[in-house]
């Protein structure tokens, strides 16, 4: 174990060892131009685009545990420069991608990183994706995809991207990953809402990590531009790279139901946490299934299918918790729009892509099965699943507390009004007659069926305990750390940044409450904007 150690701390390397590979550039044609200036790059993958440099970086937050998988040092004042996009080393060779997207519905063409550089791919041993991880700089500065914005993020968004990327990890939720959060010393000025009220706010870069950020409107974007050939050159190495089991015939639609049914998981996993994230367009679609771009997300506070915490979305709804499955399908079917060209059996194709429903449906019950500490799903529990999300939607508990106090739910018979009382701290609101008696009738229902389990009663709870979080990454309690960074205090930051990693014990009960009335209607607390 001892020589184990010594070989992986002899492997770990600073930032700014040139240690970046570039695989990617070298397959793919880009633009060297350099230039930063907005425009359409037809014909390319890439453009390079070197950070601008900010006034004063400084180190804020970094993830020991995810630098340790990735083989890097804490970092020295030459990597915080880098980490701040002040200082480059002679092989690096940054650059954004190119892509487009279909966003709340509408296609809208070109995007691309406007505020996303990427450093390069850092190798990683032991790596199941090729052997490394692409790291990117977020805030960095324009790109030749900013259109009209700065390429800049504030502190605000890049605090909720870098504890959310590590909070989803430790729930278990694919996810790309945050390794640092570096302040600039600059002010950026956004107008929050989008009212006309700019203003200006502190500057930051979050340093995130993938295998990929590849994603679906990568394909969009050379099908749409008729680019046969790198759309096609793209999906062979896409599937050699991080697919490398499929190979022979029909690696195209093996690849795409590989990618459909990484999308039901990743979206039953949201389910099963509570998390929305607001903004689904297909730019913001991993083809490797992870959990990217952390916008205006959310958890939910109390239950309520219709949550969206994305004032953009609103009044449609789009992207609302309940409606995510059925926009992944959505989604789904603009990526496979863009590789009909490609695909030699269009008909086998659509049919690819209507596994996603069989997938989903799998792997809720699944899910549901264990979030209710049922020993196998069966065919009568589909019943039982479709009414406690009725019963939730009715009565809107909070979420997290509701299956929380059902881990230790007694499962002898209770009175309507006992039943009221054990779940009465998840309510946000008094429940009305008709609410009472259907929690009462469901509850009773479930305890028959868990006494009917074939496992023991602590097999169910340690089933329900792993299943279910205790601690869930609250908007408000965000918006009250990001407060305190403005203000130069970090104590509820550095708490936060702790309890993520925790979050199935009972180690932080201080946050195990219901949203507080006051950040109901306050300002980063329910909803958010796609400003950052």
Same mark, same amino acid.
């Given at each position: 174990?001892?020589?184990?150690?010594?070989?992986?701390?002899?492997?770990?390397?600073?930032?700014?060892?040139?240690?970046?590979?570039?695989?990617?550039?070298?397959?793919?044609?880009?633009?060297?131009?350099?230039?930063?200036?907005?425009?359409?790059?037809?014909?390319?993958?890439?453009?390079?685009?070197?950070?601008?440099?900010?006034?004063?970086?400084?180190?804020?937050?970094?993830?020991?545990?995810?630098?340790?998988?990735?083989?890097?040092?804490?970092? =020295?004042?030459?990597?915080?420069?880098?980490?701040?996009?002040?200082?480059?080393?002679?092989?690096?060779?940054?650059?954004?991608?190119?892509?487009?997207?279909?966003?709340?519905?509408?296609?809208?063409?070109?995007?691309?990183?406007?505020?996303? +550089?990427?450093?390069?791919?850092?190798?990683?041993?032991?790596?199941?994706? =090729?052997?490394?991880?692409?790291?990117?700089?977020?805030?960095?500065?324009?790109?030749?995809?900013?259109?009209?914005? $700065?390429?800049?993020?504030?502190?605000?968004?890049?605090?909720?991207?870098?504890?959310?990327?590590?909070?989803?990890?430790?729930?278990?939720?694919?996810?790309?990953?945050?390794?640092?959060?570096?302040?600039?010393?600059?002010?950026?000025?956004?107008?929050?809402?989008?009212?006309?009220?700019?203003?200006?706010?502190?500057?930051?870069?979050?340093?995130?990590?993938?295998?990929?950020?590849?994603?679906?409107? =990568?394909?969009?974007?050379?099908?749409?531009?008729?680019?046969?050939?790198?759309?096609?050159?793209?999906?062979?190495?896409?599937?050699?790279?991080?697919?490398?089991? +499929?190979?022979?015939?029909?690696?195209?639609?093996?690849?795409?139901?590989?990618?459909?049914?990484?999308?039901?998981?990743? #979206?039953?996993?949201?389910?099963?946490?509570?998390?929305?994230?607001?903004?689904?367009?297909?730019?913001?679609?991993?083809?490797?299934?992870?959990?990217?771009?952390?916008?205006?997300?959310?958890?939910?506070?109390?239950?309520?299918? $219709?949550?969206?915490?994305?004032?953009?979305?609103?009044?449609?709804?789009? %992207?609302?918790?309940?409606?995510?499955?059925?926009?992944?399908?959505?989604?789904?079917?603009?990526?496979?729009?863009?590789?009909?060209? #490609?695909?030699? $059996?269009?008909?086998?194709?659509?049919?690819?892509?209507?596994?996603?429903?069989?997938?989903?449906?799998?792997?809720? %019950?699944?899910?549901?099965?264990?979030?209710?500490?049922?020993?196998?799903?069966?065919?009568?529990?589909?019943?039982?699943?479709?009414?406690?999300?009725?019963?939730?939607?009715?009565?809107?508990?909070?979420?997290?507390?509701?299956?929380?106090?059902? #881990?230790?739910?007694?499962?002898?018979?209770?009175?309507?009004?006992?039943?009221?009382?054990?779940?009465?701290?998840?309510?946000?609101?008094?429940?009305?007659?008709?609410?009472?008696?259907?929690?009462?009738?469901? +509850?009773?229902?479930?305890?028959?069926?868990?006494?009917?389990?074939?496992?023991?009663?602590?097999?169910?709870?340690?089933?329900?305990?792993?299943?279910?979080?205790?601690?869930?990454?609250?908007?408000?309690?965000?918006?009250?750390? +990001?407060?305190?960074?403005?203000?130069?205090?970090?104590?509820?930051?550095?708490?936060?940044?702790?309890?993520?990693?925790?979050?199935?014990?009972?180690?932080?009960?201080?946050?195990?409450?219901?949203?507080?009335?006051?950040?109901?209607?306050?300002?980063?607390?329910?909803?958010?904007?796609?400003?950052?």
């Amino acid at each position: 174990m001892l020589a184990a150690l010594q070989f992986l701390s002899f492997m770990k390397q600073h930032l700014s060892s040139d240690r970046f590979t570039y695989d990617f550039c070298g397959t793919f044609p880009g633009d060297h131009s350099g230039s930063l200036k907005p425009r359409q790059t037809p014909g390319v993958l890439y453009s390079e685009a070197v950070p601008t440099p900010v006034a004063k970086p400084a180190l804020l937050a970094w993830s020991d545990e995810l630098a340790e998988e990735l083989g890097i040092e804490r970092p =020295n004042e030459d990597d915080i420069n880098l980490l701040g996009g002040n200082l480059g080393t002679a092989n690096m060779k940054p650059y954004a991608l190119c892509y487009a997207g279909h966003q709340f519905g509408n296609w809208a063409g070109q995007l691309g990183d406007g505020r996303a +550089i990427c450093l390069g791919e850092w190798p990683v041993d032991g790596s199941s994706t =090729n052997g490394s991880w692409e790291v990117q700089l977020k805030g960095a500065g324009p790109t030749a995809y900013s259109r009209r914005a $700065d390429g800049r993020a504030v502190l605000r968004s890049s605090v909720r991207e870098y504890l959310m990327s590590e909070a989803m990890h430790y729930l278990g939720v694919p996810t790309t990953r945050a390794l640092s959060l570096v302040t600039t010393g600059d002010q950026v000025v956004r107008d929050m809402f989008y009212d006309g009220r700019p203003a200006y706010e502190p500057g930051a870069i979050v340093c995130r990590t993938a295998p990929s950020f590849l994603r679906f409107g =990568n394909f969009e974007m050379l099908a749409a531009r008729n680019e046969l050939d790198s759309l096609q050159n793209l999906v062979d190495w896409t599937i050699t790279r991080y697919y490398p089991h +499929i190979q022979g015939e029909d690696q195209v639609l093996r690849w795409f139901g590989e990618v459909v049914e990484r999308t039901a998981s990743m #979206i039953v996993e949201w389910v099963r946490v509570g998390f929305v994230h607001g903004v689904m367009n297909t730019d913001n679609m991993s083809v490797l299934g992870l959990t990217i771009d952390y916008g205006p997300y959310s958890f939910l506070d109390n239950y309520d299918p $219709d949550f969206t915490p994305n004032t953009t979305d609103l009044p449609g709804r789009r %992207y609302a918790f309940g409606k995510q499955a059925n926009m992944a399908y959505w989604n789904l079917s603009c990526l496979a729009n863009a590789l009909v060209p #490609i695909s030699k $059996d269009v008909d086998r194709l659509s049919e690819v892509l209507k596994t996603y429903e069989e997938h989903y449906w799998t792997k809720y %019950y699944a899910m549901m099965g264990g979030k209710l500490g049922l020993d196998h799903v069966r065919d009568e529990d589909i019943q039982i699943f479709q009414e406690f999300e009725s019963m939730l939607a009715a009565i809107q508990p909070d979420m997290t507390i509701f299956y929380q106090l059902l #881990i230790d739910l007694p499962l002898d018979a209770q009175t309507e009004q006992e039943v009221v009382s054990y779940f009465q701290s998840s309510f946000y609101d008094d429940l009305s007659p008709e609410g009472r008696a259907q929690l009462h009738h469901l +509850i009773h229902k479930y305890q028959t069926r868990r006494k009917a389990n074939a496992c023991t009663a602590e097999d169910a709870k340690a089933q329900m305990q792993s299943s279910n979080p205790r601690f869930v990454l609250r908007n408000y309690l965000l918006h009250q750390a +990001i407060e305190q960074l403005e203000k130069g205090e970090d104590t509820l930051f550095r708490k936060l940044q702790e309890a993520i990693k925790d979050p199935y014990s009972k180690r932080f009960e201080e946050f195990f409450e219901t949203r507080p009335g006051w950040a109901t209607e306050q300002a980063g607390c329910s909803m958010l904007s796609c400003s950052s």
